[in-house]
């Protein structure tokens, strides 16, 4: 079956960031990531870095996650926090630009927010542990001594958020179509699978 989208959730530190920027050149398929916050950004007016603090502060909590999908999908706008208004404008983002044609959606619960449709393959993309530290030192810059702590930060910010919104598991494998080990098959070997399953 071809795909007219698909959604990447991925480990920090995978390259699951650059297997959808590479994915978007080679099939000319959108690939969205930051380019929601940036819209999003642009109609409320705040900046990209304080959404991202808005994620941050996302809970585990079941109470809380049963809480903001409750409003969502009761469209009770006026009783959800900054956070829960954020994470409905990126939900609408995300449908418009759904609805515009073909896409890659990093992260931003698009697997979630696009459930209905049956032309999307969501997928997980993970690696072992000292790749994922290679690839963090190298490409992000971070010292070697706060790899690790960096990784745990930006992984249990993703399951918060994922969960927060959508009372689901982030790497609950079983959720996702495919699941690629970037260590295993390299970025382009990814790319390769995922050009495969688009229109």
């Not at 208004?85 to 515009?100: H, M, P, S, V």
């Not at 179509?177 to 688009?198: K, M, T, Y």
Request: charged share 30%; with cysteine; proline share 2%.
């Amino acid at each position: 079956m071809k795909y007219s989208f698909i959604t990447i959730e991925r480990e920090y530190g995978s390259g699951g960031t650059k297997v959808g920027r590479r994915l978007s050149e080679v099939s000319k398929v959108p690939c969205y990531g930051i380019e929601i916050l940036e819209m999003v950004s642009q109609k409320y007016n705040i900046s990209v870095e304080r959404i991202g603090r808005y994620e941050e502060t996302a809970t585990n909590s079941l109470m809380y996650s049963l809480y903001m999908m409750s409003q969502v999908q009761n469209g009770n706008v006026n009783m959800l926090s900054n956070e829960g208004r954020i994470f409905l404008e990126e939900q609408k983002t995300i449908q418009r630009l759904a609805d515009a044609g073909e896409a890659i959606f990093l992260g931003h619960c698009a697997s979630e927010v696009l459930k209905d449709r049956d032309d999307v393959l969501n997928v997980f993309i993970h690696a072992e542990l000292p790749d994922k530290k290679k690839r963090i030192a190298a490409e992000y810059g971070i010292p070697e001594g706060d790899v690790e702590s960096t990784m745990k930060k930006f992984d249990k910010k993703r399951a918060n958020y994922y969960f927060a919104n959508t009372g689901k598991k982030w790497d609950d494998l079983r959720r996702y179509d495919v699941v690629l080990d970037s260590s295993r098959l390299g970025i382009e070997g990814c790319v390769e699978f995922l050009e495969g399953a688009l229109k």
